[in-house]
């Protein structure tokens, strides 16, 4: 089976601008989570989808948002980028929200 | 509630062994290994469900103790493969809540 991947693999964006990243899941998982990773912080959940719902959501602002569709392929979204922004973002998938294959992640740069 | 590992940081000689502890404020029905190599993604090692009962991967082994509300992971014979850091997660509310991670060093 093919693993979890995530495009694009590294991204550089500017103050205030937008960013969507994608994660396509392991085929047949229908739970998708998304992470923030910062030195700092460790590993913070964003949120989890599962069958195109939202069914938890991490202590993240409104800026940051998901969605899941048909096919579980998932997309996170980020609005008025700011510089603490700047993460890898993991994306998990699994057949329960416990069960989390990561893919390689996205690296954001926020300049 | 965030899970709470130590050490946060252990740096060792191949062939020397490892304990990395994982503790939680809250009862726990399971608890989750992952170990991320610099660079890469996170991957799973194993699950330890209730009961107390211990499981192994490679020369890794764990631990679970409920009552305790902690589990402790075991390097055994560490190797250079081993270099990384180490998560635990506990299952709370349709989510995995992770440790902040203990890096582990291997020198040879």
């Known amino acids: 089976k093919a693993g979890v991947t995530q495009t694009p693999r590294y991204l550089i964006k500017t103050r205030g601008q937008q960013v969507t990243l994608s994660c396509s899941p392991i085929?047949?998982?229908?739970?998708v989570s998304w992470y923030q990773q910062t030195p700092g912080q460790g590993l913070q959940f964003l949120f989890e989808y599962f069958s195109e719902t939202q069914r938890n959501k991490g202590n993240f602002p409104g800026r940051f948002s998901g969605r899941q569709f048909s096919n579980s392929r998932s997309e996170m979204n980020v609005s008025t980028l700011e510089l603490g922004d700047s993460a890898l973002y993991l994306c998990?998938?699994?057949?329960?929200?416990?069960?989390?294959?990561f893919g390689p992640g996205t690296r954001l740069t926020v300049t | 509630q965030q899970p709470v590992q130590s050490p946060q940081a252990v740096i060792l000689r191949e062939g020397e062994d490892a304990v990395i502890n994982c503790s939680s404020s809250?009862?726990?029905?399971?608890v989750h290994w992952y170990r991320q190599k610099h660079g890469e993604a996170p991957v799973f090692l194993m699950i330890l469900l209730k009961g107390g009962e211990q499981k192994g991967h490679e020369k890794i082994s764990a631990s679970f103790n409920e009552k305790k509300q902690q589990s402790s992971l075991y390097l055994t014979a560490s190797q250079l493969s081993y270099s990384g850091t180490y998560f635990c997660g506990t299952e709370g509310a349709q989510k995995l809540v992770f440790g902040q991670g203990t890096r582990l060093t291997i020198n040879p």
């Open positions: 085929s047949g998982h229908r739970s």
């Open positions: 809250k009862a726990l029905y399971s």
């Open positions: 998990a998938s699994g057949s329960t929200p416990y069960e989390q294959y």
